[in-house]
Structure formats: structure tokens, C-alpha cells
């Protein structure tokens, strides 16, 4: 059963999991008044806590267990099959909320880890204030004063491809927002680093669209140093001019 829920929604198995348990949690402790609950969805049983005169009168307690005392507390194991009625409705109305919260915190995770790094886009929508962005499924904002003036015309426009360099990642509820920049001098090095990852690099100047100025640990006569510097230069549309740096910047730079 969970494992046909778990292909229908199409997400993660352990955050559709662990969304339902805290849904079946929520829908039991509101209905039957639970002190506690301790969902197990390999055997498909929950098992309740309650507190003798707070949760359960202490007749009903002795049904559960004829020794009870006052104050005690009682556990009484629940079936998913013979959930009542009401647990089942509250735990439809509960778990599509606890997985949509469950999916935005992941994807905020994800995303976080990405600050800093240069990613794909792809132009959705353009307005004379933003940019709209697919990041692969994720939602991506190319605000204005992030733009490149020279690529307006072209660069901007429905459908085309770009790198864009990720500066922030903001949720609202279950909306998970990536802010991202054209004109960030670091995205010349994101890019370089993206390709050449076992050396380090740091944009000293940038004139978006025009020219900027690397240093990198990596010799100036490595022929795949030359190849990335023409990746780059194709997808930014400018000159780069690369530095040697010195032993003790170049530690600097793998740490970057």
C-alpha cells in the first residue's frame, strides 16, 4: 500500500515516510486525545500513550489493563486498519500539508548547499523587472540589478539557456525561492572552478559583459586552463585576462 503511494506522489520514499508518520502522529494525538504516539509503518501500527485521568478516565484505563493505578500511563496499540473514521479524515487533511513543508525544507537543503556555485537556467519569463528561471525544476529569480546590460536582447529571452551564479536561497512557507546573478564577478570563477574543480579560483575585476581579471593557482600553460577560458568567455560574452598566483594565494584558493 505505502509503496504504491510512495511511486503515485513521485517524491523521495523517506520524505513521503516520514511525513505520513508525523501525519498519522498529529491525527491520532487530536482525535483520541493522546499523550504521546509511536507510529510504525513497516508493521502498520501506532501505539498510544495515554495518561490515566488526564487522557483516559481510569475506567476506560482498566479495560487496557486491569493493574493500572492512578496517574499511570497506559499504551494501547492501534491497527491502521481500524482507525476510526475521524483519524482518517483528520490524517487526509494533515498530510498533504506535512509533505508539502517536508518537500520545501529538503529543497531549501539542497539549495543552500548550492550558494556560491554557478548553475543551469533556463528563461521561463521576462518582465522589465525580473527574470523568471527553471534551476531543473526549481523556481529562479534574475532580479534586474543582477542583469547584464548587453545581454538583454539576447540572453533574456524565453527559452534560452544561460549559467547563473546562486547568491541566496528564500522560503515562504512551501515556496522555495533561488535568487541567482549574471553580473556577480564571482561567476567567472564558479564557472572555471565548475570545469577545472581540483584548482582554485578568484575574479580580482569584472566590467560584466566587457572584461575581467582572474588569478588562479593553476600554471597559465595548462592547454585546459586555455579550453575553460574559452567555455567562459563564449557563455559571458567577454574577455578574460588569467593571473599566476603566488604559493601563499594559491592555499587561499583551493579553500574558496
Known amino acids: 500500500m505505502f509503496e504504491e503511494l510512495i511511486k503515485d506522489i513521485g517524491l523521495p520514499s523517506d520524505i513521503v515516510e516520514a511525513s505520513l508518520e508525523i501525519a ?9 486525545d493522546l ?17 490515566v485521568s488526564r487522557d483516559m478516565s481510569f475506567g476506560e484505563a482498566l479495560f487496557f489493563n486491569k493493574s493500572v493505578v492512578g496517574q499511570d500511563i497506559v499504551t494501547v496499540k492501534f491497527d491502521f486498519a481500524s482507525f476510526p473514521r475521524r483519524v482518517v479524515r483528520k490524517c487526509s487533511e494533515i498530510f498533504p500539508r506535512v509533505l508539502f513543508d517536508m518537500q520545501a525544507s529538503a529543497r531549501y537543503r539542497e539549495w543552500q ?8 537556467a533556463v528563461v521561463i519569463h521576462s518582465t522589465s523587472r525580473e527574470i523568471t528561471l527553471d534551476l531543473g525544476g526549481q523556481l529562479g529569480l534574475l ?13 533574456y529571452r ?15 512557507q512551501s ?26 579560483f578568484q575574479c580580482v575585476y569584472r ?3 566587457s572584461n575581467s581579471v582572474v588569478v588562479t593557482d593553476c ?3 595548462d592547454k585546459s586552463l586555455e579550453a575553460a577560458k574559452k567555455d567562459v568567455e563564449t557563455e559571458l560574452g567577454e574577455r578574460i585576462r588569467i593571473k599566476h598566483t603566488s604559493p601563499n594565494i594559491s592555499q587561499n584558493l583551493s579553500n574558496r
Open 175 to 200: 515556496a522555495v525561492t533561488v535568487f541567482v546573478s549574471r553580473q556577480s564577478r564571482n561567476l567567472v570563477a564558479a564557472l572555471l572552478k565548475q570545469r577545472l574543480p581540483w584548482h582554485g
Open 35 to 51: 499523550y504521546d504516539c509511536d507510529v510504525d509503518l513497516k508493521n502498520r501500527t501506532a501505539v498510544g500513550v495515554f495518561r
Open 113 to 120: 548547499s548550492k550558494r556560491r556555485t554557478a548553475v543551469d
Open 219 to 221: 600554471l597559465l600553460d
Open 24 to 32: 498519522i502522529t498529529e491525527s491520532m494525538s487530536i482525535c483520541l
Open 158 to 172: 524565453e527559452g534560452r539557456p544561460m549559467y547563473v551564479y546562486v547568491l541566496r536561497v528564500e522560503r515562504h
Open 143 to 155: 532580479l534586474k540589478e543582477e542583469w547584464v546590460p548587453t545581454e538583454v536582447e539576447e540572453r
Open 207 to 209: 566590467k560584466a559583459g
